[in-house]
């Protein structure tokens, strides 16, 4: 779900929503969605607890402007100082492997062609 809410103007008649066919307004209808118009004159179809929630969250917003936002996972750095050449094995071992392999499939190939032929 998107986390920008936008405003709801206002509750919309459903036989006055244009651009939807009046299937699809029925479908919506019976799911329990009812239109809603935006503040950018979108129509929004929105259940009961959804409007409840955007209420709530566009209620709320003026609250999180004043403080600044936390970050919710530390970023963890890697450090090469100790042990760099182990720590870059440790973590490049199956490149270095598909390297290694290469390598040696490409020399037999060289040196003895007829393995393979």
Do not use: C
């Amino acid at each position: 779900m998107s986390r920008k809410r936008t405003k709801i103007v206002k509750e919309l008649d459903p036989q006055e929503v244009a651009g939807f066919s009046q299937a699809r307004i029925d479908h919506y209808l019976s799911l329990g969605y009812k239109p809603y118009l935006d503040e950018h004159s979108h129509v929004k179809w929105l259940t009961q607890a959804q409007r409840a929630m955007r209420d709530a969250v566009v209620s709320h917003r003026h609250i999180r402007l004043h403080r600044p936002p936390r970050p919710q996972h530390r970023k963890k750095r890697r450090s090469w100082r100790r042990d760099s050449f182990k720590q870059f094995i440790r973590a490049y071992w199956p490149f270095l492997l598909l390297i290694a392999v290469l390598i040696v499939g490409t020399g037999l190939l060289l040196i003895k062609p007829n393995i393979f032929f």
